[in-house]
């Protein structure tokens, strides 16, 4: 019964893993808009994308 549990177990995190490497292969957020000037003068603004993908 207890190797019955551990192989469960076992099973539910290798499909949970599985799970989560698929969705980050397969999902790309959406564009959005960003500063392609570094600091606008806005609180947060002194970081913008390094190589926008859009």
């Known amino acids: 019964m ?8 076992a099973a539910a995190l290798l499909a949970a893993n599985a799970h ?6 397969k999902s ?6 960003h500063s392609k000037q570094a600091g606008s003068g806005k609180p947060g603004s002194a970081y913008r994308a390094a190589s926008p993908a859009c």
């Open 2 to 9: 207890t190797l019955l549990l551990v192989a469960a177990g």
């Open 28 to 33: 790309q957020p959406d564009c959005v808009p």
């Open 20 to 25: 989560l490497v698929y969705v980050a292969v």
